[in-house]
T-cell receptor, first 116, second 112 residues
Framework: GAVVSQHPSRVICKSGTSVKIECRSLDFQATTMFWYRQFPKQSLMLMAT?????????EQGVEKDKFLINHASLTLSTLTVTSAHPEDSSFYICSAPMGPTNEKLFFGSGTQLSVL | KQEVTQIPAALSVPEGENLVLNCSFT??????LQWFRQDPGKGLTSLLLIQSSQREQTSGRLNASLDKSSGRSTLYIAASQPGDSATYLC???????????FGQGTTLQVKP
C-alpha cells in the first residue's frame, strides 16, 4: 500500500539551530501534504498545507518565516524549523491525501523534536 | 469554526470489557470522519473511515457510528485486550481536501 516516509524520527538540537524534516510519498504523487504539530498530551493541530509548486498555506497563528515549507516535487515536502527554541519542542507529523476525493490519507511516522 | 471534542480524556478498563469512546463535532457539514489509533511517540494508524452518507463502519472488534445531524460519533471496542491500550483520536474532514480537525483524544488502558 501507499506509504509516506518521514525523517528523521527524532531530533535533539541546541537552541538557535535549524532543523529540517522531510516527508516523502514513496509510491504515489502527492500534490498536497499537511503538516501537524502535537504538544505533549494534546491533539494534533494543523500547521500548514503544503502545495507542490506553490506557496504553502499556513493556519492562523503559525509563523511562516519560522516554519519554512518547501514542496518542490510531487513526492517530497520539507518543513524547516528555523532558529528553534525550546518552545518548538513538539511532535511533528505529515500526511498526504490520495484518491479523487482525498479520503485516503497516509501519515508519516512523525518526528519528535527536542530543543535544548 | 469546526471543533472536535472527545470524551472521556482517559479510560481504564479490565481486559474483556466492551467500551465506547465518544466524539462530538460542532459543525455537521462534514465530508467524513475518521478514527485513528496513536501509540506513544508514534504516528497514526487509521482504524475506520465513515463517509458523511454512512451511519457506521465495522472492522473486526471495532464499530464506529456517525450521527451527522447531532454531531456525534462513537467508537465501540468489543472484548478489549491489553494490546488495545493506546490513544484514540477522532478527526473530521470539513473541506474534502484531507485536511483534518482532530479531537484531543481518549487514552485507553486495558488492564490484563
Amino acid at each position: 500500500g501507499a506509504v509516506v516516509s518521514q525523517h528523521p524520527s527524532r531530533v535533539i538540537c541546541k537552541s538557535g539551530t535549524s532543523v529540517k524534516i522531510e516527508c516523502r510519498s514513496l509510491d504515489f504523487q502527492a500534490t498536497t501534504m499537511f503538516w501537524y504539530r502535537q504538544f505533549p498530551k494534546q491533539s494534533l493541530m494543523l500547521m500548514a498545507t503544503s502545495n507542490e509548486g506553490s506557496k504553502a498555506t499556513y493556519e492562523q497563528g503559525v509563523e511562516k518565516d519560522k516554519f519554512l515549507i518547501n514542496h518542490a516535487s510531487l513526492t517530497l515536502s520539507t518543513l524547516t524549523v528555523t532558529s528553534a527554541h525550546p518552545e518548538d519542542s513538539s511532535f511533528y507529523i505529515c500526511s498526504a491525501p490520495m484518491g479523487p476525493t482525498n479520503e485516503k490519507l497516509f501519515f508519516g511516522s512523525g518526528t519528535q523534536l527536542s530543543v535544548l | 469554526k469546526q471543533e472536535v471534542t472527545q470524551i472521556p480524556a482517559a479510560l481504564s478498563v479490565p481486559e474483556g470489557e466492551n467500551l465506547v469512546l465518544n466524539c462530538s463535532f460542532t459543525d455537521s457539514a462534514i465530508y467524513n470522519l475518521q478514527w485513528f489509533r496513536q501509540d506513544p511517540g508514534k504516528g497514526l494508524t487509521s482504524l475506520l473511515l465513515i463517509q458523511s452518507s454512512q451511519r457506521e463502519q465495522t472492522s473486526g472488534r471495532l464499530n464506529a457510528s456517525l450521527d451527522k445531524s447531532s454531531g456525534r460519533s462513537t467508537l465501540y471496542i468489543a472484548a478489549s485486550q491489553p494490546g488495545d491500550s493506546a490513544t484514540y483520536l477522532c478527526a473530521v474532514d470539513s473541506s474534502n481536501t484531507g485536511k483534518l480537525i482532530f479531537g484531543q483524544g481518549t487514552t485507553l488502558q486495558v488492564k490484563p
